[in-house]
């Protein structure tokens, strides 16, 4: 068999897309290996998978001075150390890193070894992550024909980004079931990411009162965000965090209003979900989901509405405004050429065994 060590970790965003190349890799007689942080978020979803899964010594690297910068540093030589005890051992043909800081180590390990790299960048311009690997990788695989131009002297591929199987599968009565609803109201889907937002949260409970006459809304809120006092509340279902349950909410919904990140992005491209997207400001972030959201608006994908603009009042009317033009985005988004890009990335991965 071929062997491939896979890596990507912190948050949901580097450990998904890998979760979805699992089933091809393995029907493509590859054994899989995964590389993260000893305590990460990927561990348990990798370990539910059943991949082997390793554990390193990993730091984060800050855009900020700060003086845990400096003893990070010592943590990611030791997870060097680590990652290069655990591919000798291992003997890869190819490492495919999906990004986040606990790949640093194991893309630098992978060049030390001349093990051939494969990296994916989700969104338009490289996190500091990717920025540090690219220039030990032999290719790239990209979401956004806009990468291109802030990639330089490597090859890039515009493969999509792999999206999980089962999210096509979903089944909304199976939905309908979780969140307990009744009648033939539409369904608006709003989520903020796996970590929540604040704002978000709060400008949609002030206009629940107003959306629930002609909406049943779904909410995931994000760890820590449950508001017990709107439990009792008909038409309305919150959740911190959906997993195995995720397909079938977004089968049974007409309708998302979503942050920026660019693996729900193109998971709502594939599936054909019209959406309004809520890019994380710039204050909070590098800026890659303004970029984002900005490209899929110019495409004709997304209503984008920007959080300095978010009010309860004006929240309604845009969801008003994208429920009575669903049809336009749905049009726009089956006129794309980009899908699904796990069989593109595979294609590239295998370029490079």
């Known amino acids: 068999m071929k062997k491939i060590v896979m890596t990507g970790g912190g948050t949901a965003g580097h450990v998904t897309p890998n979760i979805a190349l699992f089933k091809t890799l393995k029907d493509k007689n590859f054994k899989i290996y995964y590389i993260g942080s000893k305590n990460g978020m990927e561990k348990e979803l990798i370990e539910k998978e059943s991949i082997p899964y ?135 889907l709003v989520m903020g990411g796996s970590q929540g937002s604040a704002r978000l949260n709060s400008v949609l409970r002030e206009a629940l009162d107003s959306l629930l006459k002609s909406y049943h ?63 994380l400001p710039r204050a909070q972030s590098r800026g890659d989901q303004i970029l984002n959201a900005d490209s899929f608006e110019k495409q004709g994908f997304s209503k984008v509405m920007q959080e300095e603009n978010l009010n309860p009042a004006d929240f309604l009317l845009e969801v008003i405004d994208l429920y009575s033009q669903r049809d336009k985005y749905i049009n726009a988004m089956e006129q794309s050429p980009i899908q699904n890009g796990v069989e593109e990335v595979f294609r590239v991965i295998s370029k490079y065994v």
């Open 54 to 188: 390793h554990g390193i010594s990993s730091g984060k690297m800050r855009r900020y001075f700060d003086i845990k910068n400096f003893t990070d540093a010592f943590r990611v030589v030791k997870g060097f150390a680590q990652c290069v005890s655990l591919l000798k051992r291992i003997e890869p043909d190819v490492v495919f890193s999906k990004g986040g800081f606990v790949s640093v180590p194991v893309v630098m390990a992978a060049r030390f070894l001349n093990i051939p790299i494969v990296l994916h960048e989700s969104d338009i311009t490289p996190g500091l992550a990717n920025r540090i690997t690219t220039p030990f990788a032999k290719a790239v695989c990209a979401s956004f024909p806009e990468t291109q131009a802030h990639i330089k002297n490597k090859q890039v591929f515009l493969t999509g980004t792999p999206i999980r199987k089962a999210l096509f599968e979903g089944k909304a009565d199976i939905g309908l079931s979780i969140c307990g609803f009744e009648g033939a109201k539409p369904v608006l």
């Open 217 to 279: 809304i779904v909410h995931l809120c994000g760890k820590n965000n449950f508001d017990e006092s709107l439990q009792a509340v008909q038409g309305y279902a919150q959740f911190e965090y959906l997993n195995d349950e995720l397909p079938h909410i977004l089968a049974l919904s007409d309708i998302v209003v979503s942050r920026a990140g660019a693996n729900s992005i193109f998971e709502f491209l594939a599936l054909k979900k019209p959406h309004m997207l809520i890019p």
